[in-house]
């Protein structure tokens, strides 16, 4: 029930990581109201303050107040233990136990990458990440873009997947109805409007401190199969979305950039720690998450964009139809590691193989 789900988040103390605990061990909000204090002492291993909260059934006035704020400003709220509660989000250590949707919440259920990057974008961001976006939407057109409805980056990739057709999400950090800044209320309005959704942990009661844009960049990381970095300087903000990406085992991807331009020191930093997988294209991402490209239906000449050289087409023999180790296709062809190398991204740009991960590739 959702009324004890929501009340659950106001229990003083109590914190994400404490609901999250309890609802692991109980199963359930409603199951956690119903347990007695020495349950809640044995099996959770609780403070007696939040023990005598809970058995007082604290947070449930403000769980009522909640649920009919919900209802005056069309707001959804889905917990944890429902079934259109995203899947990945329910699989960190720190999801929220509740969510606030306005827009359609399968948005949120699609397969999911996520862009994020600088407020000071510039114009090379705003056309890679237009760029980028557009060419995932030809390979994976139900894909969800997920950002964080700020300026820059942000805003330039929810635009972008509004105009490639795709379903887009914001996740704010601020409650609803509200969309912080005020000046892409508008985009929020176009992104609900496209089938899309506005999402925050964020009930209507929580006190503004200007300390939950991290915390809410967890969640952009944590609804998505991988993170893009598109922009971001040395210390960006769009580095700790990158960071909960990598600790929830999530693929980072950077755009490189100039190592003279401050906008791109972050990624850059990113690739060379190799913290980041470097792309270049849709095809790129596509490859990088192991998401299928539908490929299987076109005949083999379409799938190229261009003609192989008879190098090109000898070395494309060494393949099976199973992904091959470039190793192996040292071994097979007799190429110099560099050589081949060359080669291989010369296939990969003509269409006729993509790169897998552990250094392997597969032939189209």
């Known amino acids: 029930m959702k009324l004890e789900d929501i009340a659950l988040t106001f229990v003083p103390k109590l914190g994400v990581r404490g609901a999250v605990h309890l609802l692991e061990c109980f199963g359930s909000a409603s199951a956690i109201y119903s347990a007695s204090a020495d349950e809640l002492r044995q099996r959770a291993n609780l403070r007696e303050d939040i023990i005598h909260s809970i058995t007082k059934r604290a947070g449930f006035a403000e769980a009522e107040r909640e649920l009919e704020y919900c209802r005056r400003n069309n707001i959804k709220p889905i917990v944890s233990t429902d079934e259109d509660y995203p899947t990945l989000l329910r699989e960190i250590d720190d999801y929220p136990a509740v969510l606030y949707v306005r827009g359609d919440v399968k948005a949120l259920t699609r397969r999911s990458v996520a862009f994020v990057g600088t407020r000071k974008m510039s114009p090379y961001g705003e056309r890679v990440c237009s760029e980028l976006i557009s060419s995932l939407a030809d390979a994976v057109p139900d894909a969800t873009i997920v950002s964080g409805l700020a300026y820059g980056i942000d805003g330039a990739a929810h635009r972008a997947a509004l105009s490639a057709g795709l379903k887009t999400a914001g996740v704010i950090a601020n409650p609803l109805p509200n969309v912080t800044p005020t000046a892409n209320e508008h985009l929020a309005a176009e992104i609900v409007g496209r089938g899309g959704a506005i999402v925050t942990e964020l009930n209507s009661q929580t006190k503004q401190n200007g300390r939950y844009f991290i915390p809410r960049n967890r969640i952009i990381a944590g609804l998505c199969a991988g993170v893009v970095v598109v922009e971001s300087p040395e210390a960006g903000g769009s580095l700790s979305t990158a960071a909960f990406a990598d600790g929830y085992n999530r693929s980072v991807m950077a755009v490189p950039g100039r190592i003279t331009d401050s906008n791109s020191l ?3 930093i990113l ?3 190799r913290k980041a997988q470097a792309i270049l294209s849709g095809r790129d991402i596509v490859a990088e998450l192991l998401w299928e490209l539908d490929l299987d239906s076109m005949p083999t000449e379409q799938r190229h964009k261009q003609p192989l050289t008879e190098g090109e087409q000898s070395l494309l023999a060494y393949f099976d139809n199973e992904p ?3 190793d192996t296709l ?8 560099g050589e081949l190398s060359l080669q291989l991204m010369t296939l990969e740009l003509s269409g ?4 897998l991960r552990g250094n392997m590739y597969e032939k189209l």
Request: charged share 20%; hydrophobic share 40%; net charge positive.
């Open 330 to 337: 040292i071994e097979r062809s007799g190429l110099p590691a």
């Open 266 to 268: 972050g990624c850059n």
């Open 324 to 326: 091959v180790h470039i």
């Open 271 to 273: 690739i060379r720690n």
């Open 352 to 355: 006729a193989i993509r790169p």
